[in-house]
């Protein structure tokens, strides 16, 4: 038996398309899912070209996932492209950095509108139909700032310890009735997020002296992971939040 194996399974990957959710959407298509690609422009279709390659199914919906509203058309769309969901996703994000005494209220609205509402609601819209077919995978992207307080980006510090909550609070709810709620919380990736850290030769080296792997993350990196919590090697995992942070987290 093949405990990974994701072949029939229909997942969606909010901010699928690129960086780390273009990784996880290309990894779970290796492991023999279809994929549902959220985006929020369809400009790059990189992802979705890999997917179509290995002879995988793939569907794009372009949503602005803070806006709520557009939220019921990502599920409805999905089951009546596929008829199911079997597993999702919730990668979309942004953060802004500003010092926390100057930090606008607009940027803090936008980040927990993105990073928390639309994972909560998602997770609620999909959950419900995962109840009445008895199963399903839900994985939510949570941060090494689920666990610390960073420096000058308090809005996404609240939103990643939040994720890390209600990924805890829906498991609570959700295991008696075969959904498995975790998360995935990645250290320091090479992606477009931190570009300006990376750029920034003594942050850099200040990062890459506290990893005890010695490098920066990549995409390939969440493969893996994701493919084992989207999958039925998982299935006694109920709220946990897994590091993938080259360990990051023991120092």
Same mark, same amino acid.
């Given at each position: 038996?093949? /405990? /990974? ?16 959710? &273009? ?8 492991? &023999?899912?279809?994929?549902? *690609? ?7 279709r990189e992802?979705?070209? !890999? ?5 995988? !199914?793939v569907h794009?919906?372009?949503? =602005?996932?803070?806006? @709520? %509203? @557009? ?12 008829? %199911? ?7 979309? &994000? ?17 980040? $927990? ?6 994972? /909560? ?7 419900? @139909?995962?109840? !009445?077919?008895?199963?399903?995978? *839900? ?11 960073? $420096? ?5 510090t609240a939103? !990643? ?6 990924? %805890? ?41 506290? *990893? ?7 995409? @390939? ?6 493919? /084992? ?20 987290? =023991?120092?």
């Amino acid at each position: 038996m093949n /405990f /990974f194996d994701l072949t029939g399974k229909v997942a969606i990957v909010t901010g699928g398309a690129v960086g780390l959710g &273009g990784g996880i959407s290309l990894g779970l298509a290796q492991a &023999g899912a279809d994929i549902v *690609i959220v985006t929020s422009n369809d400009r790059n279709r990189e992802t979705q070209q !890999k997917i179509e390659a290995l002879g995988r !199914k793939v569907h794009t919906i372009v949503a =602005n996932l803070s806006d @709520e %509203k @557009e939220l019921p058309r990502v599920v409805s769309e999905t089951l009546s492209v596929f008829g %199911k969901i079997d597993i999702l996703v919730n990668n979309a &994000g942004i953060i802004r950095r500003t010092p926390a005494a100057e930090h606008p209220a607009q940027d803090w609205h936008d980040v $927990i509108n993105l990073n928390l509402n639309a994972t /909560f609601f998602l997770c609620q819209l999909v959950g419900r @139909e995962m109840i !009445k077919q008895g199963s399903g995978k *839900i994985i939510n992207i949570a941060s090494m700032l689920s666990f610390q307080g960073g $420096i000058n980006v308090p809005g996404y510090t609240a939103s !990643k310890h939040a994720v890390a909550g209600i990924t %805890k609070a829906l498991a609570n709810e959700w295991a008696s009735k075969g959904v498995q709620v975790n998360a995935i919380a990645p250290g320091y990736m090479a992606t477009d997020n931190t570009a300006a850290l990376r750029a920034d030769e003594e942050r850099s080296s200040q990062i890459l002296v506290r *990893i005890p792997a010695g490098r920066w993350g990549t995409t @390939e990196d969440l493969q893996g992971p994701a493919v /084992f919590l989207a999958s039925s090697a998982s299935d006694y995992m109920n709220g946990h939040v897994l590091c993938v942070d080259g360990g990051w987290m =023991n120092r």
